[in-house]
C-alpha cells in the first residue's frame, strides 16, 4: 500500500481573513476590459485536485478489491478448518460412544 503523505501535492494556504481581503483585488486583477473573468488559473487548479482525487479513490478502489479477496480467502479456510475439526470430533466421539457401550 503506497503512503498517502508521498502522493499528495503541496497548497499553500492563507487564512481566511486574509482570502477574504484579497478576493476582491484578485477579481479586479484578473478582469478583461469587456468585464468578464479570467477563470483559466482557478479551473487549472481545480483539475489538478480534481486529477489527484480520482489517483487517490483508483487506489482505495484497489485497496477494497483486495481486502474483498482477502477476507474471501480467509473465510474459506476458516470454513475448512471447522469442517476438518468437526469431522475429526464426530469420528472420536462415535469411538468414545463405542468403548462406553463395550463396558
Same mark, same amino acid.
Given at each position: 500500500?503506497? &503512503?498517502?503523505?508521498?502522493?499528495? &501535492?503541496?497548497?499553500?494556504? #492563507?487564512?481566511?481573513?486574509? +482570502?477574504?481581503?484579497?478576493?476582491? #483585488?484578485?477579481?479586479?486583477n ?5 468585464g468578464? @473573468?479570467?477563470?483559466?488559473?482557478r ?7 480534481? +486529477?489527484c ?10 485497496d477494497?478489491k483486495s481486502i474483498?479477496h482477502?477476507?474471501?480467502? &480467509? #473465510?474459506?479456510?476458516t470454513? @475448512? @478448518?471447522?469442517g ?5 470430533a ?5 469411538q468414545l @460412544?463405542?468403548?462406553?457401550? #463395550?463396558?
Open positions: 500500500m503506497q &503512503s498517502h503523505h508521498s502522493s499528495l &501535492s503541496v497548497f499553500p494556504v #492563507a487564512p481566511l481573513a486574509e +482570502k477574504q481581503a484579497n478576493q476582491p #483585488a484578485e477579481i479586479k484578473s478582469m478583461k476590459l469587456n468578464e @473573468v479570467d477563470m483559466e488559473p479551473v487549472t487548479e481545480l483539475e489538478t485536485r480534481l +486529477k482525487i480520482r489517483r487517490d479513490m483508483e487506489d482505495i478502489r484497489s477494497l474483498k482477502r477476507l474471501a480467502y &480467509s #473465510a474459506g479456510g470454513a @475448512v @478448518v471447522l476438518l475439526l468437526g469431522w475429526i464426530n469420528s472420536r466421539f462415535e @460412544v463405542t468403548l462406553l457401550l #463395550a463396558n
